[in-house]
């Protein structure tokens, strides 16, 4: 394969601008995910919503700060705190009482979930508060833990989703589905689908964790479901957890080990329960920095940025917030031609990317080059000048019919490995001298 790639790929450190790491949060989990990125950027969720399918909260206790605005409560045995089958407003949020009588798990469930995603910066005991800290609450109290109160209480969160300027929907239970849906998941329950799928059509996405049966090949309803975005767990360390539920249709890995709320002080949260918020909160700081930004966008955000990491069966990106809150910045001051929307661009459409691969790697990618063009992979260096370290030139060898770039997976020029230097790494990608995708900075 004729690829002409300059000899200068040796990267040296004196290209790289060299900055400070993020500060650290002061838990490991959410360090692993650079939220520390975030907190620099001053990103809390300040005016926003984030909703929850659970067992319902502590509105009082102090890591929510008064920020639980809504609630609604969905049973089958005049469980709710009316003693009706259902209830809304802040008081249907109300978790059980813990008590003797009551599973700890009922009490504390929903205090855990909405910790990790927005519990509060101010309170009196040094836990770093949650990844959304200002953010509101609206929590549904589902007592059913059926598909019947999911969808009951999905419904309810599209009423208010105005009223409250709801951005994401994080659901924290599930059931596998029938064996004879374990291969159609939507199948098992279109009047699910159908209630989330309101919800990503008014730009809300849903969360959902896959479970804890230590299943690689498949995931609970509703994470199973296509528009529902499935989250998957990883030990502090990186390492997929070993009791996580998978498959080839997972979304995103996130650690589960991080400080939060429990009924009456403080915890840590445990299984795709507590990576599932994590990820959802996430959402609303990509909104805060970006509004427009999509659903898509923000996946794809996740994909290019994240840690790829492999499962029994295949593999997806671990979140890095730090990553994915600088590339959707990226899109408000106008970088739209980044391979947006999907992994990989559609077949025929030039494109070059990059994404992140490890927690020291980059690799830049180029699709359907034409030909004589020069692609240079570039990084900033100390005086602030982008310099090449790297090209590509497209020969018409390179584009016949039986040649080398037609036996390439997906016709992808796989181009460029870049090892990333401790600090913020500003890259850039450019085409016959035209910056192509903008600046994409990762940090190590």
Not at 65 to 94: H, I, W
Not at 220 to 233: F, K, Q, Y
Request: charged residues 20%; negative net charge.
């Amino acid at each position: 394969m004729k690829l002409k790639i300059a000899l200068s790929l040796a990267i040296s450190s004196a290209f790289i601008a060299q900055a400070s790491l993020a500060a650290p949060t002061g838990a490991p989990g959410f360090d692993l995910v650079n939220l520390g990125e975030a907190r620099e950027l001053n990103l809390t969720g300040n005016g926003m919503s984030i909703a929850f399918i659970d067992v319902g909260l502590t509105a009082s206790h102090p890591y929510f700060e008064g920020r639980v605005v809504d609630g609604v409560c969905v049973s089958n045995t005049s469980s709710c705190p009316n003693k009706s089958n259902y209830q809304t407003g802040v008081e249907a949020a109300e978790a059980p009482p813990d008590v003797f009588t009551n599973p700890a798990e009922d009490s504390n469930h929903g205090n855990m979930v909405a910790g990790i995603a927005a519990g509060g910066l101010d309170v009196d005991v040094q836990i770093p508060g949650g990844v959304a800290p200002e953010a509101n609450i609206i929590m549904a109290r589902d007592d059913t833990r059926t598909v019947r109160g999911m969808i009951r209480s999905l419904d309810y969160f599209y009423e208010v989703r105005e009223q409250h300027n709801l951005q994401a929907v994080s659901i924290s239970m599930g059931r596998f589905p029938s064996r004879a849906n374990m291969l159609s998941c939507e199948s098992d329950s279109p009047a699910l689908a159908t209630s989330v799928q309101r919800l990503v059509d008014a730009g809300i996405p849903v969360f959902a964790a896959a479970g804890n049966e230590q299943n690689p090949y498949g995931m609970l309803l509703p994470a199973c479901l296509p528009n529902v975005i499935s989250v998957g767990a990883v030990e502090n360390s990186g390492v997929v957890a070993n009791w996580t539920n998978g498959g080839e249709s997972l979304d995103v890995f996130a650690p589960y080990y991080l400080p939060t709320a429990d009924y009456f002080g403080y915890m840590q949260g445990s299984g795709t329960s507590a990576a599932t918020p994590l990820v959802a909160a996430s959402f609303l700081l990509a909104r805060e920095i970006n509004p427009e930004v999509t659903i898509n966008e923000f996946k794809t955000a996740i994909d290019q940025t994240g840690f790829l990491t492999k499962d029994v069966l295949s593999d997806a990106s671990r979140i890095d917030i730090g990553g994915m809150v600088n590339a959707v910045a990226d899109l408000a001051d106008g970088d739209t031609t980044a391979n947006l929307g999907n992994i990989g661009p559609d077949d025929g459409e030039q494109k070059v990317w990059m994404r992140r691969i490890s927690d020291s790697q980059v690799k830049f990618y180029a699709k359907y080059p034409q030909l004589n063009q020069k692609i240079q992979f570039m990084a900033q260096g100390d005086s602030g000048e982008y310099e090449e370290f790297a090209w590509v030139r497209i020969e018409q060898s390179d584009l016949y019919g039986n040649g080398d770039y037609r036996n390439l997976t997906n016709d992808i020029y796989f181009v460029r490995t870049y090892e990333l230097e401790l600090g913020k790494n500003r890259l850039r990608i450019y085409i016959d001298g035209e910056d192509a995708i903008g600046t994409k900075t990762y940090s190590r």
